[in-house]
């Protein structure tokens, strides 16, 4: 006679489903998304260097209106959302004055789409593309060694990019005509401007100054030829350069740098020695020419006086400023500007047609292109916002240093400099208003923005160190070798 049969408790009997499986679906789930956010940030590093290298030249891939960098944003948004870190991010005291800043740019955006259509929105990237700092910053939150993966895809490609933003840039002053164009278009591959050469050179030296680059010193021949180059061609763009490495040099005296630079300095001596004995003379696209005395005459032009055609360019840049600080501040367009939309060369009656005068929408200066468009206020969260990345990212360079985590001092140094080198060339070009200088920019401010977040949770031990130190490691490892390395406190050898 067979026993009473027994049943086991429910908990116990716990199907197939439920046990082995939940564990590696999630664990594959993760993988891939984790797999997608990775292959996103190399994809966003290529863009970032095919900017900087070939200018609108890469920015005007793609079918009106969608290009590569709006594919690049919609990538973007999703990566962001799938890290899950946007309210955590909102939550931070940038984060809060990044959706003051938005809020206050759509309001002054949105009354004029109906007016001006598509222009109001072409306009309006110059805020737009702040959301490549939100995407940024998640993306390293949410990947522990991602901060080290950007810094040793700089170190590998940093000399490429000043080596192709030089030829880009040589070819678009010498033979535009004879380069392939976007259909539809005028604009050549490549086409880069002397302002954004002069910005990535300043990145790129200063990446070596404060001691991220190793011993690359070929780098400096591209770079030498790059800075003369965007001398001849844009006084803004060598100022910007100049700012940039002298902050980063301010920040990381190494006076042993001037010793291996002396090579260079001797070849620029010799070849400006040479300009001025055979009087080479060679005249560029640009109205202007190739040779001493174009730069000795941009030069003047900085610290107060210049010869020639520059003269007028400047007076012409500044009255059309003057007008944009007296019906901001002075009268009614204080609140709201004149919005986005608006042509502002013809609206503030700024066009000219002779040559060296270009028909732009917006002034030659992007701080003034807020204050235009998004008035007082407007200017005023851009100010705000700028100044609060710089004390929070110059406050992460001096907490690292004084714990001897000199890997995140040199990061957040070259930061600075690079982030400098963007602002001081945004006073004097449209720099900001479209995707060449705009998606880099944003991207320096999102990954000093994370990067800084991330050394606070580390710092403070709140982001799981077996994991984070590991992966951070390994990514360093890659980039420099096996060689100790001081982070956080913490010695990783």
């Known amino acids: 006679m067979q026993g009473p049969i027994r049943i086991a408790p429910l908990s116990a009997v716990r199907p197939l489903w439920f046990s082995a499986a939940p564990s590696s679906y999630f664990h594959q789930r993760k993988t891939a998304r984790e797999g997608y956010l990775r292959w996103y940030v190399l994809v966003h590093c290529l863009c970032f260097l095919l900017y900087a290298g070939l200018g609108k030249g890469f920015a005007y891939a ?10 690049l944003l919609l990538c973007g948004l999703w990566a962001a959302i799938r890290a899950g870190k946007l309210l955590f991010l909102a939550c931070k005291p940038i984060g809060f004055l990044l959706i003051l800043f938005s809020l206050w740019e759509l309001g002054c955006t949105l009354p004029f789409v109906d007016v001006y259509g598509v222009d109001a929105l072409r306009d309006a990237v ?10 940024v ?165 900085i610290v107060g006086g210049s010869r020639g055609g520059l003269d007028n360019t400047i007076r012409w840049r ?20 004149k919005g986005y939309g608006v042509n502002l060369t013809t609206n503030d009656g700024m066009a000219r047609n002779e040559r060296g005068f270009p028909g732009l929408r917006s002034p030659h200066n992007s701080h003034l292109t807020f204050l235009a468009r998004s008035g007082v206020p407007g200017v005023c969260l851009w100010a705000l916002l700028q100044t609060a990345w710089a004390v929070s990212t110059f406050r992460g360079y001096w907490l690292a240093k004084r714990r001897g985590s000199m890997l995140w001092a040199r990061i957040f140094g070259w930061l600075l400099a690079y982030w400098l080198a963007f602002l001081v060339n945004a006073c004097f070009d449209v720099s900001f208003e479209g995707p060449v200088s705009g998606i880099p920019f944003w991207t ?36 420099f070798g096996a060689v100790p390395i001081a982070c956080h406190g913490l010695r990783l050898t």
């Open 62 to 71: 793609g079918a009106s209106p969608i290009f590569v960098g709006e594919v």
């Open 126 to 135: 110059l805020w737009v593309y702040s959301i490549f700092a939100w995407i």
């Open 137 to 301: 910053a998640a993306l390293i939150l949410r990947l522990g060694d991602c901060t080290g993966l950007v810094v040793q895809r700089f170190r590998k490609y940093g000399g490429i990019l000043i080596a192709l933003a030089l030829a880009s840039f040589l070819l678009t002053e010498f033979a535009a005509h004879r380069l392939p164009t976007w259909p539809g278009t005028t604009v050549s591959i490549p086409h880069l401007k002397a302002g954004d050469m002069c910005v990535h050179v300043a990145g790129a030296m200063s990446f070596l100054l404060v001691g991220l680059g190793g011993r690359r010193r070929w780098w400096l021949l591209p770079a030498l030829g790059g800075f003369l180059s965007g001398a001849v061609g844009n006084r803004g763009g060598a100022v910007a350069c100049i700012a940039g490495l002298s902050l980063a040099f301010l920040l990381f005296p190494r006076f042993s740098w001037l010793q291996k630079a002396a090579p260079a300095v001797a070849v620029l001596l010799l070849g400006l020695a040479l300009l001025a004995v055979l009087r080479v003379q060679i005249k560029l696209p640009s109205n202007r020419e190739f040779s001493l005395g174009q730069l000795e005459n941009n030069a003047g032009s």
């Open 318 to 337: 500044l009255e059309w400023w003057h007008r944009i600080i007296g019906y901001t501040f002075g009268g009614p367009y204080f609140w709201t500007g």
């Open 444 to 479: 320096i401010f999102g990954l000093g923005w994370g990067a800084r977040i991330r050394f606070s949770s580390l710092a403070k031990g709140k982001a799981r160190p077996a994991r984070v130190h590991n992966e951070f490691k390994s990514s360093l490892e890659r980039s």
